[in-house]
């Protein structure tokens, strides 16, 4: 099976796919503007016209509309010329970049089909296996407490093993989809993920399994960065709000493992419950594996192969995808090199190994980094989004990674505990209510899906977040001022759920939009970074807290929220309705 998955597969070719090409002539009538009733035959504009969008007010919003919403005229090689050099206030466009907007127009005009649906399917799986995994942790801590005497407190860096392979898998898989390519290591994560899974639930001491969660940390560590840029590239344009609905498999992992954990944990020996547990869903952790490798044919992404020089294939993909979607497509080789007109320009880059190395480590550099700074506006918004990303993700573990000990705890104080005392027994009706407020976070990823779009100057992206972090942090305050029975926990627990995950379902999708283009991968990766680095403190904090641990945690937590949704409320940009190639 390793020789399968490292084996390259033979490349794509548009033999593959005959009868989905029509002539560019008739592209309009294949058009994402067709199918919504915006196509009009009209002269292509002349270079003045095109200058004046390029200098005017719009100039920022032509790169994300012009080729959007396009005339049947402008269905040309003339005419797509213009337009794959509109936008960036007199920028010179580079033969990848332009290739790039040309394929971007290519799936837009395909549209959402059965494809791009199976494919969020697929990556879900990503996103549900990061939530069933950091839950799971958390679940196993009462019984790895109980097992192997641990501190209540001291059982706490359990979570930190795992943020260290989340860490890492962060950084190394982003750069691993750039060598490798997104196929290879959308497939390699969850199998990393389900092997160390599995052998977690034999491991014979507390530090094998402290070792073991690491390992499989750094599988999982992957899966929502390669799954949503993997998505991300096959979405098209007018279907954007879906990136945000992919969030909503982050509840549902959230639900699975607290379901599993119920039936085993509750219902087993505190030495073979947790075991048990985790073994389940480190086989259901294989079986997302199995489907995606073995059952479903991934294209590589159309961007990676234009980076690696393979522009064949690439178009070859595009073509699978309209034969996959049932639809028709107008790009072909020849399209992509006339309207680039490489005779004047220098021949396309290909990337090695190294210079991707390269250029990712000088995304970190202040070189890099500059242009994000380099007008009041977008420093302001980089700076506050970066701020709100370092405060959530020391925040949100700090209750979240810790909430079955709380609910444990019942609302009552254990303030004259010892701080070497044991983990509190979690009974059924402990793991029931855990359940209960996985199942209320789910509709909170589909509200935001809504919202984010809305036409309301208090929604969007920007005030969407900030209300759903605002309610966030009041109710984590009423939960440690006003928990003080199993009922208390379980309503202010479940509103915390819902506003969370419209949070962070929203935080994901809005961004990457935020930033410009030829900055995004630097903008996004630093504050994926400041996201993991802080929450590999949070575990620390939480176990050396002084105290009982059970509301100190709770408190900071609550601050640290507030003060995320104080600079969300600083961002000054927001990109609802911007449509970005």
Same mark, same amino acid.
């Given at each position: 099976m390793l020789q399968r998955l490292w084996r390259p597969r033979p490349p794509e070719s548009v033999n593959d796919y005959i009868g989905v090409l029509v002539p560019l002539d008739e592209a309009h009538l294949h058009s994402h503007s067709y199918r919504s009733g915006r196509c009009e035959y009209e002269e292509v504009p002349d270079d003045n016209s095109s200058e004046d969008r390029e200098g005017g007010k719009d100039a920022e919003d032509d790169e994300g509309r012009g080729m959007l919403e396009m005339s049947a005229a402008e269905y040309s090689i003339e005419g797509l010329r213009k337009e794959v050099r509109r936008g960036g206030k007199g920028r010179t466009w580079t033969a990848y970049e332009m290739k790039s907007k040309l394929?971007?127009?290519?799936?837009?005009?395909?549209?959402?089909?059965?494809y791009n649906w199976e494919l969020?399917?697929?990556?879900?799986c990503g996103w549900f296996a990061d939530n069933l995994w950091m839950q799971g942790?958390?679940?196993?801590?009462?019984?790895?407490?109980?097992e192997f005497g641990i501190s209540e407190?001291?059982?706490?860096?359990?979570?930190?093993?795992?943020?260290v392979g989340l860490c890492f898998g962060s950084f190394l898989w982003g750069i691993g989809s750039d060598i490798m390519g997104r196929r290879v290591a959308f497939n390699m994560t969850l199998l990393i993920t389900g092997v160390f899974g599995i052998g977690v639930s034999y491991a014979p001491n507390w530090p094998g399994v402290c070792i073991m969660f690491a390992l499989l940390g750094f599988g999982v560590g992957g899966n929502l960065p390669v799954d949503g840029a993997l998505f991300l590239e096959f979405l098209p344009d007018a279907s954007s709000s879906l990136l945000t609905l992919l969030s909503v498999w982050w509840p549902i992992g959230q639900l699975a493992s607290s379901l599993f954990a119920w039936?085993?944990?509750a219902n087993w020996p505190a030495d073979q419950g947790w075991r048990h547990f985790i073994f389940t869903i480190g086989v259901i952790t294989f079986s997302m594996f199995f489907i995606r490798f073995f059952i479903f044919h991934l294209f590589e992404s159309p961007k990676y192969l234009l980076s690696r020089g393979r522009q064949a294939e690439a178009v070859a993909v595009i073509h699978g995808i309209a034969h996959r979607n049932k639809r028709k497509t107008w790009l072909t080789e020849e399209i992509l090199d006339a309207v680039v007109d490489e005779v004047d320009m220098p021949a396309p880059r290909t990337f090695s190994t190294t210079s991707v190395l390269k250029n990712k480590l000088a995304s970190f550099s202040g070189e890099r980094l500059r242009p994000l700074f380099s007008n009041r506006k977008l420093g302001t918004a980089t700076a506050t989004i970066w701020f709100c990303w370092a405060t959530i993700g020391l925040g949100y573990p700090l209750f979240n990674a810790f909430l079955p000990q709380y609910l444990?705890?019942?609302?009552?104080?254990?303030?004259? &505990?010892? @701080? %070497? !005392?044991? =983990?509190?027994?979690?009974?059924?009706?402990?793991?029931?209510?855990?359940?209960?407020?996985?199942?209320?976070?789910?509709p909170g990823s589909v509200l935001a899906a809504y919202t984010v779009d809305h036409k309301s100057p208090f929604l969007g992206r920007r005030g969407t977040l900030a209300i759903s972090t605002l309610v966030s942090a009041i109710f984590l305050f009423l939960f440690v001022q006003f928990g003080r029975s199993p009922g208390s926990?379980?309503?202010? &627990?479940? @509103? %915390? !759920?819902? =506003?969370?995950?419209?949070?962070?379902?929203?935080?994901?999708?809005?961004?990457?939009e935020m930033f410009p283009a030829p900055v995004r991968g630097a903008g996004t990766g630093v504050a994926s970074f400041l996201n993991r680095a802080t929450g590999l403190m949070a575990p620390v904090i939480a176990a050396t807290i002084p105290g009982d641990g059970s509301t100190a945690p709770i408190y900071l937590?609550?601050?640290?929220?507030?003060?995320?949704?104080?600079?969300?409320c600083l961002i000054p940009i927001e990109t609802r309705g911007r449509q970005r190639l």
């Open positions: 394929i971007n127009k290519a799936i837009q005009d395909i549209g959402m089909g059965r969020f399917m697929l990556c879900g942790v958390s679940l196993t801590l009462p019984s790895l407490s109980a407190k001291a059982v706490r860096y359990t979570t930190s093993s795992l943020f039936f085993f944990i444990s705890h019942g609302g009552s104080s254990s303030s004259e &505990s010892s @701080v %070497e !005392a044991l =983990a509190t027994e979690m009974t059924g009706e402990t793991y029931r209510n855990y359940a209960i407020t996985s199942i209320v976070g789910v926990q379980l309503a202010f &627990s479940c @509103v %915390e !759920a819902f =506003a969370q995950n419209i949070m962070y379902g929203v935080l994901y999708a809005f961004t990457p937590s609550g601050a640290l929220i507030f003060a995320a949704f104080v600079g969300m």
